[in-house]
């Protein structure tokens, strides 16, 4: 007599993507709060955290939920900079909720924008990976995090993208992704803070001019 054929464990093989859909498949309406989509993650890192918390930021116009994200990606990116081993949510951040249409959209999207991560990703360059790269890593994040939370054009989509790359290279050991991450990240805000002060000097100029004519 047959054994009864085993079916294989599919938890260890399900990548974060594959987690992401899945949560937003069982959803209800509702949807779920912070506290209990972490709670779900089979990472507990802040990889995990950060990558799933920037998703929705990454996608062109969806509304709403970034606003919801933006303040836990801070807390999150804060703490890499602290050196926690941890992550961890203040209650008020913990309990904000991502509707099922919010989770099927940051599903759908994470699939379109970095199904393609999957497929290259591994580990290389662990010692920008390690803990003691971890808390300078973090506060590259900390100030990508802190532009998402602008409301104004152009501040959110690409700096979302840098937290994204780069967490998904902590979470799988892959160096190069990091530094790529946080290149992105870098050069983006840096332009944005560049134009802002050119800005800023232009409407100077013609105010004093104006003023002094």
Known sequence: MSEPMTQPDSSRERTLLQIIEDL???????????????DRLD???????LFLLALPCCIPFLYGVPQVVALPMLALAFQMVIGREEPWLP?????????????????????KWFGWIERIIRPRFSVITGRRSERVIGLFLFVFCSSILVPLPLTNT????????????LMQKDGLAVTGGVILGTLWVGALITGALLGVNVITHISTAILGS
């Open 158 to 169: 690409v700096p979302g993208m840098a937290v994204a790359v780069t967490a998904f290279g």
């Open 24 to 38: 937003a498949a069982g959803a209800p309406e509702e949807g779920y709060s912070l506290r209990q989509i972490f």
């Open 91 to 111: 209650s008020g951040l913990a309990a904000r909720k991502i509707d099922r249409k919010g989770l099927t959209q940051m599903a759908t999207g994470g699939r």
């Open 43 to 49: 990472e507990s890192a802040f990889g995990a955290g």
